[in-house]
Structures are given as structure tokens and as C-alpha cells.
């Protein structure tokens, strides 16, 4: 696990490293950036948590390996999620249905709805992540934990 911060721009003014303190702070990452943290064949990379935002979201970046079976069903239950397909055809479960979503494709999953995703496709899928409200990240070291306590994919 990496947990890594990118760069910075606090209070509209030049670049920083480190964390943005207000949610009015601007924060500049370049592709990539971000805290990272590797869970075997699944790599989350942090743009944005509740320090960042005051709680109001969090913003993160998953890419999916080739052959993610998937992260087990979960459900949040007092947070939604927001997930926008940006490579390849990851599938998600919602409720009981399995859905493909390719590029472009827009997902929202309310509080307390049951859901999953997985990469069953030929090449490395990613997606882009909002937490509402924010402090998921908070959940990365157990989230981790889990993950190197799994069998390899």
C-alpha cells in the first residue's frame, strides 16, 4: 500500500505539496497523482477525501486488473456513490443484476443499495469515483488488510 500525496495548489495561489486545508483550495493533480493504495488487482488512487472537501465528498480514480473477480457485495448506508466508466467494460452489481458499462457510462448507486464490480474484459478497465458524502478513505487501511488476506486473483 502507498499512500502518497500528489500536488497541491492551496488557496488559488502556486503550486503546493501536501494537502489542501479548505474546501475553496484548489487542488491540481496531474494524471496519476494521488494517494495511492495497491490492492493487488485493484490499485485506488485518492484525488480529493473530506480534509480536502470538509467532508462534502471524496474523489478517487480505481483501476481494475484484468480477471477482478471483484471486491465482495457491499452496500454504504449513508453514503452514496457515483461511478463514471472511463476505460474499457467493467460490470457492476446492482442489486441483483449484473450491468456491462462502457466508456462514458454514468452510475449512480443511492445509500443502502447492495453493489459490487468486476473486470472481466481483456484489458485494464478504470473508473472514476465520488463518495457522497466523503470519508472513504478513512476505510482504506481495513480495505487493505482484507486485500492481502485474499487468495490471488
Given at each position: 500500500m502507498n499512500a502518497a500525496d500528489g500536488n497541491r495548489s492551496e488557496g488559488g495561489g502556486g503550486a503546493g505539496y501536501g494537502s489542501a486545508s479548505h474546501r475553496c483550495d484548489v487542488i491540481l493533480l496531474e494524471p496519476g497523482e494521488g494517494r495511492r493504495y495497491?490492492?493487488?488487482?485493484?490499485?485506488?488512487?485518492?484525488?480529493?477525501?473530506e480534509a480536502e472537501t470538509e467532508a462534502a465528498y471524496s474523489v478517487s480514480e480505481w483501476i481494475l486488473e484484468i480477471g477482478l473477480k471483484g471486491?465482495?457485495?457491499?452496500?454504504?448506508?449513508?453514503?452514496?456513490?457515483?461511478?463514471?466508466m472511463l476505460e474499457d467494460v467493467p460490470?457492476?452489481?446492482v442489486g441483483d443484476c449484473w450491468r456491462r458499462?462502457?466508456?462514458g457510462t454514468f452510475l449512480r448507486i443511492p445509500?443502502?443499495?447492495?453493489?459490487d464490480f468486476r473486470n472481466p474484459g481483456e484489458t485494464t478497465a478504470k473508473l472514476l469515483n465520488l463518495f457522497i458524502p466523503g470519508g472513504f478513505e478513512r476505510n482504506m487501511p481495513e480495505i487493505c488488510a482484507w486485500f492481502v488476506a485474499q487468495e490471488p486473483v
Open positions: 495497491e490492492l493487488g488487482p485493484l490499485t485506488g488512487v485518492f484525488k480529493a477525501d471486491v465482495g457485495g457491499h452496500s454504504h448506508t449513508a453514503n452514496d456513490e457515483v461511478f463514471y460490470e457492476f452489481l458499462c462502457t466508456p445509500a443502502g443499495v447492495g453493489h
